[in-house]
């Protein structure tokens, strides 16, 4: 089961978990980088070419009140990314202007960047987060980026990318929102909504070298993943911590561009509900449609990866889908 985090930790974690996941920008000093683990197939290129700080402009999910209509505050973010990204080759890619950028460093240590698409290494899950059956040896790897507001503040203390220099009280501007794509190995006759997933190819740790494992990188092998699932941070000061969650998960069958149009919204969190125990919680908005199928712990919101699916069956999946997710 998800172990219950407060959303305090999440956002710390989200944010460390976007630095050390994208990113090309590097120190002129640094030739350690974990992308050059293996020099066979393309390297992966998101953009550092970080912007001024722009302008307060009015961005659409901010029209919407997220705690009544949460499908649509996050269906207008997931909006402003899907021209950004596409497939090619078995890899993510941008679209070369995307208005997304990613986070310079941290492409060394056992679950820096691999080469193909720059992912990082997560938390594995554990024995049945992904399926009623499904082992706790398989891997998530993600990779992340700011949109422009976000993006500026990069800009800023990495100005100097050997020496960055981070400001006491740095706040993002309310239009940031940080996305994440999560990918898996695990295998879709055992996660079987995964089963018409989208494949990539990524350089991730041997199958000996499990999710709770980490190995050099030059041991790395090109391995397929499918897409799992696809986060947002979004700053709005409407929420008391002024940051609102939320994560879609992909699920089959294939339909549309079999990529975005696949992205179903699982949950939203906007608060910790600090006063439940027992009760209902109040601060988050799970997919009715999905309910008893993907939860966290004690039934909540579950934001990032991992995400619990029990006794999930394709057909089951379906009919919920079709009542209304």
């Known amino acids: 089961m998800v172990r219950n985090i407060t959303l305090k930790t999440q956002i710390s974690a989200l944010f460390l978990c976007l630095s050390i ?141 050997c020496n960055p220099f981070l400001p006491v009280a740095l706040q993002f501007p309310k239009e940031t929102v940080s996305i994440k794509f999560l990918f898996t190995d695990a295998d879709p006759k055992i996660v079987t909504y995964l089963a018409s997933a989208p494949e990539f190819e990524a350089w991730i740790d041997t199958e000996k070298n499990n999710a709770k494992s980490k190995r050099p990188p030059k041991e790395r092998m090109l391995k397929t993943v499918r897409l799992l699932q696809f986060d947002i941070a979004a700053k709005d000061e409407r929420a008391e911590t002024d940051w609102v969650f939320a994560t879609f998960a992909w699920m089959g069958p294939r339909k549309g561009d079999g990529f975005f149009d696949n992205l179903v919204p699982v949950s939203l969190q906007w608060g910790n509900d600090p006063k439940v125990y027992n009760q209902e919680i109040v601060e988050s908005w799970i997919n009715p449609s999905l309910k008893g199928i993907i939860y966290g712990w004690d039934a909540r919101s579950t934001l990032g990866f991992p995400m619990v699916m029990a006794r999930l069956t394709t057909s089951r999946l379906a009919r919920s889908l079709a009542e209304g997710a």
């Open 21 to 161: 996941t994208a990113g090309m920008a590097q120190c002129s000093d640094f030739d350690g980088s974990t992308m050059n683990a293996t020099s066979i197939g393309p390297k992966a290129v998101w953009r550092t070419d970080y912007p001024d700080r722009p302008e307060e402009k009015d961005v659409s999910w901010l029209n919407v009140d997220f705690k009544k209509d949460p499908k649509k505050y996050m269906r207008q973010i997931l909006q402003s990314a899907r021209t950004g990204f596409s497939i090619k080759e078995k890899r993510l890619v941008g679209s070369g202007d995307e208005q997304w950028w990613a986070s310079p460093w941290m492409d060394f240590t056992d679950a820096g960047r691999e080469r193909n698409m720059g992912l990082t290494k997560e938390r594995g899950p554990h024995k049945g987060d992904l399926a009623k059956n499904s082992p706790g040896t398989s891997q998530v790897w993600a990779v992340g980026f700011y949109n422009e507001p976000g993006a500026a503040i990069f800009g800023d203390i990495y100005e100097d990318p």
